[in-house]
């Protein structure tokens, strides 16, 4: 009854937003028209691609697509000539990330309400901020030809750190557009045994026409890492005087680790197309072609939509040096002489939808979409003989369990799942006064029946003492199956076969911009029932506890002339903090100057700094790829540091590049530069950077 009462509040008071998707691993999380557009300089985020004739006009144009719909939305490109050093940090990607310190590794914000639901194949999860997704993509309007390379470095020979991106597109005419995106992302690591290496690339194209728009893409994504486990003990970075090696203070590379010699893979491949077919009119406009005939326009009444999604995932946790590392986990499961953990997963949906589109006539004020999806999932995962089921093998106690010759190995498991969702969407984002959007779906069949969601938002602007003022008012109401390798899992080190309830998240929040003073404030509280998270043993268990998690935010940015100073800062109130612990204070402060040389040379020179209070930080457990609680006896407290960066950016027509100085904190404060439990971040080194863009 409590559910309905939510319901019939959210839609008539339209306080619904984050637009939270499940499917068979697609990417659970937050989707809201307002992420799509996060640069200051973006163009505004009601902005409809398919509706806008004057951006037509422009000579490169990107764009994003709406999640199982496929609705066009003009995106930001990476075109900002300041604070572009700090951009290419993960640290750059949020408000405070928690992550392993080399670039390319598995990382978790630091605030709640910015991490994504749980994918189904959870080993993907950390790398969030570097998968590809059919929302997070960009699709061009290009023309003319365009292309963008950057490439950034960091470290001396034997830790050094790059990455490569490059994009390139271009028109065939007005219709279609074809192109290419390739990262590629090497990290030798400053700590023993933690190097990465990540190749992805995406082959795309679209055709828009008045009838007939389609936007398809294939990718590749292949993420590799070290894994160490972390450094054995923090006193190492904390106290280095008093933990001398020979008499010098120790090289990162040279602290004990947990464990080397192993390595996490994950493969992702992805097949993506959606398309839709557009009924309506022509109209006459008040313009004359080049014969003096009235010119016409398409008017677009309803479109007929499909969007088909292929995924597929693979995961491989192995190591030859199994003696080692069998002495670092409570039970092995596993006789094998090589750990060589295997899972994978695949999955794909089918969405069929109708939409009415709004205005086109004056009296359509808004739009009306109705869908259904279609989803099929199957996950393979190593099984286990019936003898290890419930007898794990501690290092001291080897011989009294079977040998391998009386086991059969490998053992192989598959699920398969398959789920029918119906679903609708009521939205108006034409006009600046008011805007907003309200969404909901249901499983009416399958392994998730009764799952639903329920989100969307409303959007207002007025006028407050001469100034403008927008207001975002938000929230959505989820219940959802928790992942399936939450639920059932096996592997050398874990074991677990879990009947988990569904989650129920409710979340209300809101808003309020003042663009002429630089000012943002944004308040949220999410009740969230049956929260399923990874203990300190390393497996997920649910809560028993309703959770509250209130967030505030403020955002303040001062500008005079050639000074800058740009302020966030976060507060956040976990009411169970041995199950969801979340530092209390957030902050990010940039201050610069910036000026130009020979009126065509942009140059800023400044520093920032990330900081977070002191709290009981996630560890990132290897053999699941998970963040979890810390491990028992390995407690330690993370955080009241600052992460100072100084730098120099420059921009010259179409090229920008820094330089920066990472993590100088070290000289003027105590080293305590960890950001996630017994993973230090890297310490002090330069960076440099450079990007070019070649539009003709």
């Not at 951006?55 to 990107?62: M, Q, T, V």
């Not at 059969?408 to 805007?435: C, H, N």
């Not at 800023?604 to 700094?609: L, N, S, V």
């Amino acid at each position: 009854m409590k559910y309905c009462v939510y319901i019939f509040i959210i839609i008539f008071i339209s306080a619904t937003t984050s637009h939270a998707q499940r499917g068979g691993g697609g990417q659970r999380g937050s989707f809201s028209l307002s992420n799509l557009s996060s640069s200051k300089n973006a163009l505004p985020d009601s902005i409809l691609f398919a509706d806008s004739a004057e951006l037509k006009n422009k000579r490169i144009i990107g764009y994003s697509l709406t999640k199982d719909i496929g609705d066009s939305y003009i995106a930001p490109m990476d075109t900002n000539r300041l604070n572009y050093a700090n951009s290419t940090l993960i640290d750059g990607h949020g408000l405070s990330v928690g992550y392993l310190g080399n670039m390319g590794s598995p990382a978790q914000s630091h605030i709640f309400s910015d991490r994504k639901e749980a994918n189904d194949f959870i080993f993907a999860d950390g790398y969030n901020y570097y998968k590809y997704t059919s929302q997070n993509l960009l699709f061009y309007d290009a023309k003319t030809p365009y292309s963008n390379v950057t490439y950034t470095f960091g470290g001396a020979s034997i830790n050094k750190e790059e990455r490569l991106k490059a994009v390139l597109t271009t028109n065939f005419g007005k219709k279609i557009n074809i192109g290419g995106d390739f990262d590629y992302v090497y990290g030798r690591g400053f700590y023993n045994s933690n190097g990465t290496k990540q190749v992805s690339y995406r082959l795309f194209g679209s055709y828009r026409s008045d009838r007939y728009e389609l936007n398809a893409y294939l990718s590749n994504q292949h993420f590799v890492i070290n894994e160490n486990g972390g450094i054995t003990d923090p006193k190492y970075i904390r106290d280095p005087d008093n933990n001398l090696q020979n008499g010098q203070i120790p090289k990162s590379k040279e602290l004990p680790v947990r464990y080397n010699a192993a390595w996490n893979r994950v493969r992702n491949k992805q097949y993506f197309l959606t398309h839709r077919y557009n009924l309506g009119f022509t109209r006459s406009i008040d313009q004359v072609d080049e014969e003096g005939n009235a010119k016409e326009i398409f008017v677009p009444v309803s479109s007929i939509i499909h969007t088909f999604e292929y995924e597929d995932y693979r995961r491989r946790f192995y190591s030859s040096q199994t003696s080692v590392i069998d002495t670092c986990y409570q039970g092995v499961y596993n006789l094998d002489p090589e750990l060589n953990d295997r899972m994978s997963s695949w999955n794909y949906k089918n969405t069929f939808a109708l939409s009415l589109r709004e205005g086109f006539q004056d009296w359509v004020k808004l739009g009306l979409t109705a869908f259904i999806r279609i989803e099929q999932r199957k996950f393979r995962l190593q099984s286990q003989p019936e003898e290890l089921k419930n007898s794990p093998i501690f290092s001291d106690n080897w011989d009294s369990y079977p040998t391998l010759e009386s086991l059969d190995f490998p053992l192989i498991k598959d699920y398969s799942e398959s789920s029918t969702y119906i679903g609708g969407e009521l939205y108006k984002r034409q006009g600046s006064m008011l805007t907003y959007n309200a969404r909901g779906e249901l499983s009416i069949i399958g392994d998730d029946i009764g799952e639903f969601r329920l989100t969307g938002e409303l959007q207002t602007k007025f006028n407050l003492f001469n100034k403008e003022l927008s207001l975002r008012v938000n929230g959505h109401i989820n219940n959802t199956t928790p992942a399936f390798y939450q639920r059932h899992f096996y592997s050398r080190y874990f074991w677990w076969e879990n009947n988990l309830k569904n989650i129920k998240q409710v979340y209300v929040g809101g808003e309020a911009k003042i663009e002429a003073t630089k000012t943002t404030l944004s308040a949220g509280v999410e009740s969230i029932e049956n929260y399923v998270f990874f203990n300190a043993d390393g497996v997920p268990e649910q809560s028993g506890n309703n959770i509250q998690v209130i967030t505030a935010k403020v955002k303040q940015d001062f500008h005079y002339k050639a000074f800058g100073w740009e302020n966030e800062i976060a507060y956040q109130l976990s009411s169970e903090k041995k199950e969801l612990p979340l530092p209390e204070i957030t902050a990010y402060s940039n201050i610069y100057l910036k000026t130009k040389l020979a009126k065509v040379l942009t140059v800023q020179i400044g520093a920032d700094a990330h900081y977070f209070t002191e709290y009981d930080a996630p560890y990132y457990e290897p053999a699941t790829q998970q963040f979890q609680l810390q491990r028992k006896g390995k407690e330690m407290k993370v955080g009241n540091y600052p992460l100072v960066n100084a730098y120099v950016n420059f921009h010259l027509k179409q090229t920008r590049f820094f330089l920066m100085m990472y993590n100088i904190s070290t000289l003027f404060t105590d080293p305590n530069y960890f950001s996630l439990a017994s993973y230090p971040l890297n310490p002090m080194h330069l960076k440099i950077g450079i990007s070019v863009n070649f539009n003709n």
